[in-house]
């Protein structure tokens, strides 16, 4: 059994994730509780200012952070497919990162950047796996997917069993002895050409999970688990540890309406975004598409025609 006296804290963006990945640092030093914890941000095509940014909203936790270039793994990472739902590479570095940490790293905490802390991750980092590799929570089926297609092509004996990627905790050692990574790129070659997958890193990381990962409760990754939920901002306060922007309404835009907004904002005002105006709809996306080097055109149309 490892040993959990080493925490660590990883996310990946690009450039258009440096306001959010602040966010959450900011929301990371002020609430989670764990001072000793090591902060790692990987980053595509960060820029020092980028960097100092991030680095300025870790605070009295800023000797903890290490901003780290995912260039090495560019060429990897820029053969797998974006989609609407991951628009850029960065999401499937957490495929990768539990591969190149050292081993003595026992307990990883993998953090979308769309993610803000709002109480102690102490009682999570503590939290036995029990012989699974990964804890997550459980995704609930939106309608819209296809359920024939996670048996079938993810190859899931249970395709309700399904976890949401955005947080994940993982058991370093083990991933590595198991080898998921080489197991997750793997599978995504198996896939016959032209597959498509619904949510690219969280299925591949729901197939080759299937029989290893340990469902969490729903406070350490809070989200509109149904289109009817009508959460509130006292739902947040009272129900989630980890609050997660998972849908596409993303409250760093302006005149977003997302219940749980309020609380981006008060950590925003922690970040040196404080006195950054937001961004328009079609100002966010515009900077979406510079600032992740790695879209294809065809993708921005995709986005542009979908609202
Ligand atoms: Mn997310």
New binding site residues.
């Given amino acids: 059994m490892a040993s959990s006296n080493a925490y660590i804290i990883a996310t990946a963006i690009d450039r258009a994730f440096v306001e959010p990945a602040c966010v959450l640092l900011a929301s990371i030093v002020a609430n989670a509780d764990v001072p000793e914890a090591s902060l790692l941000v990987y980053g595509l095509g960060l820029t020092l200012r980028d960097r100092d940014r991030l680095a300025k909203s870790c605070g009295a936790m800023a000797d903890k952070l290490s901003v780290i270039d995912l260039n090495f793994a560019a060429d990897r990472l820029k053969k797998l497919r974006v989609t609407l739902t991951v628009p850029s590479v960065v ?1 499937y570095a957490r495929m990768l990162v539990p591969s190149i940490l050292p081993h003595s790293a026992s307990r990883l905490l993998y953090l ?4 803000v802390v709002i109480d102690s991750l102490r009682p999570l980092f503590e939290t036995k796996l029990g012989g699974a590799i990964v804890g997550a929570v459980p995704d609930t089926i939106a309608p819209w997917v296809d359920l024939s297609f996670r048996s079938d092509v993810l190859k899931l004996s249970n395709p309700s069993f399904y976890f ?3 947080v994940l905790l993982i058991d370093v050692e083990a991933w590595q002895n198991e080898r998921l990574t080489e197991k997750a790129f793997a599978f995504n070659e198996s896939l016959p050409p032209g597959t498509r997958l619904s949510f690219p890193d969280q299925d591949l990381l729901n197939a080759i999970l299937a029989d290893f990962w340990l469902p969490l409760d729903r406070r350490w990754n809070f ?1 509109n688990q149904t289109d009817e939920e009508s959460l509130n901002l006292q739902s947040y306060l009272s129900e989630a540890t980890i609050v ?3 849908s596409g309404k993303k409250p760093w835009v302006s005149g977003s309406t997302h219940p749980g907004r309020q609380l981006y904002l008060d950590h925003r005002k922690l970040t040196p975004f404080a006195q950054v105006p937001l961004d328009s709809w079609v100002e966010q996306r515009l900077k979406q598409f510079l600032r992740s080097p790695v879209n294809t055109v065809k993708n921005l149309s995709l986005r542009l025609l979908r609202r």
């Fill in positions: 999401a979308d950047s769309d993610i949401n990627s955005g989200f997660h922007f998972a």
